[in-house]
Nanobody
Framework: QLQPVESGGDSVQAGGSLKLSCAASGDIYSWTWYRQAPGKARELVAKINQDGSLTYADSVKGRFTITEDLAKDTVYLQMNSLKTEDTGLYYC?????????????WGQGTRVTVSS
């Protein structure tokens, strides 16, 4: 399916880990994880491009890792050393080509709650 589907959100204690998954099919050239904390604007968390280049928000560098498994049409976000400020709704967005036209699709989100 072109629209991504996220999974893996959960409630964890600070210092814990979670691994989010984003599954989507199609001619995708970039996958991006965003998050939106309560009362805050949506922000980019991590991005992986077709050429393998990566982007991370400063707030997650060294703690989060984005990887892809193209055989499974899935991208993962490994989140370690979680902090309470990592709480939010995590969205996966994909950019790709379909019938020669570019597209951008978002998933419904998966919730991450980090408690102290």
């Amino acid at each position: 399916q072109l629209q991504p589907v996220e999974s893996g959100g959960d409630s964890v204690q600070a210092g814990g880990s979670l691994k989010l998954s984003c599954a989507a099919s199609g001619d995708i050239y970039s996958w991006t994880w965003y998050r939106q904390a309560p009362g805050k604007a949506r922000e980019l968390v991590a991005k992986i491009n077709q050429d393998g280049s990566l982007t991370y928000a400063d707030s997650v560098k060294g703690r989060f890792t984005i990887t892809e498994d193209l055989a499974k049409d899935t991208v993962y976000l490994q989140m370690n050393s979680l902090k309470t400020e990592d709480t939010g709704l995590y969205y996966c967005a994909v950019d790709g080509w379909h019938d020669g036209n570019p597209y951008n699709y978002w998933g419904q989100g998966t919730r991450v709650t980090v408690s102290s």
